[in-house]
């Protein structure tokens, strides 16, 4: 019997789920196994940093390639885990590792890297907002609609070098980036399922207009492009680039 060499992926987590999302939806790391398994399935050897723990890799080689969570905390933190794991981006970035980064993630990466992120002045970002694609990438054509469902306050206002636009809005302007075809970041949440952002959104009625989680909730089971963002992500994490 042939033995399938698996590639070995780094969830680098900066957060967990609530105690009773977990009951209902799993942990954190569970949601980026899930996509990945639908697309690839049996391919993976998982290892799970919980980094807002202060839990870190050994090395930037103990993994072939790395996803790096969303967060409730915000990259220009001066926390000492987001400062370790901004240079862990910084040595990951010099080792021409593949690297993901969803959401605070995305953000962390352009912070870290020499771009900027800030409470962004036009308010949260919160459902199923469009984006339109700057290139053609991952099963994506110039100008099609994307729509994932997204929860943020802050926002990448500048873009680290050698970083290039894949998709922008007005409301979001660096919504997916890219880097050499090494790193690619995005800033809503494929990952996400249905049932887990309604939770988000009811813990978050007491800091959020009524009205912006009203028009959340009900961009909710519209159809949406969380299956080939996911296909896209796990094939850029297999070394197959983003051109489907």
């Not at 942990?27 to 839990?55: F, H, L, N, T």
């Amino acid at each position: 019997m042939e033995m399938v060499l698996k590639r070995r992926l780094g969830i680098l987590l900066c957060d967990e789920h609530h105690p009773d999302s977990i009951k209902n939806y799993g942990a954190y790391d569970d949601d980026y196994k899930s996509m990945i398994e639908a697309v690839m399935p049996g391919q993976w050897q998982y290892s799970v940093w919980r980094c807002y723990e202060g839990d870190f890799p050994p090395s930037v080689d103990c993994c072939d390639v790395w996803i790096i969570s969303g967060s409730k905390s915000a990259a220009y933190d001066e926390d000492p885990w987001i400062q370790t794991i901004k240079s862990l981006v910084v040595e990951l970035d010099k080792s021409q590792a593949l690297l993901v980064g969803i959401c605070f993630g995305h953000q962390l990466i352009h912070q870290a890297l020499g771009g900027e992120v800030q409470k962004f002045h036009g308010g949260w970002g919160l459902g199923a907002y469009p984006v339109k694609a700057t290139v053609a990438f991952g099963g994506f054509q110039l100008g099609d609609t994307i729509r994932i469902l997204a929860v943020h306050q802050d926002q990448v206002i500048k873009a680290a070098p050698g970083f290039s636009l894949l998709a922008t809005s007005d409301f979001c302007e660096n919504a997916i980036t890219q880097k050499s075809s090494r790193i690619l970041t995005w800033q809503a949440h494929p990952e996400f399922v249905d049932g887990f952002f309604r939770d988000v959104c009811s813990r978050l009625r007491e800091t959020v207009d009524s009205s912006l989680i009203s028009k959340a909730l009900n961009e909710v089971g519209l159809p949406d492009d969380r299956v080939q963002a996911g296909k896209a992500i796990v094939h850029f994490l297999a070394g197959n680039g983003l051109m489907l």
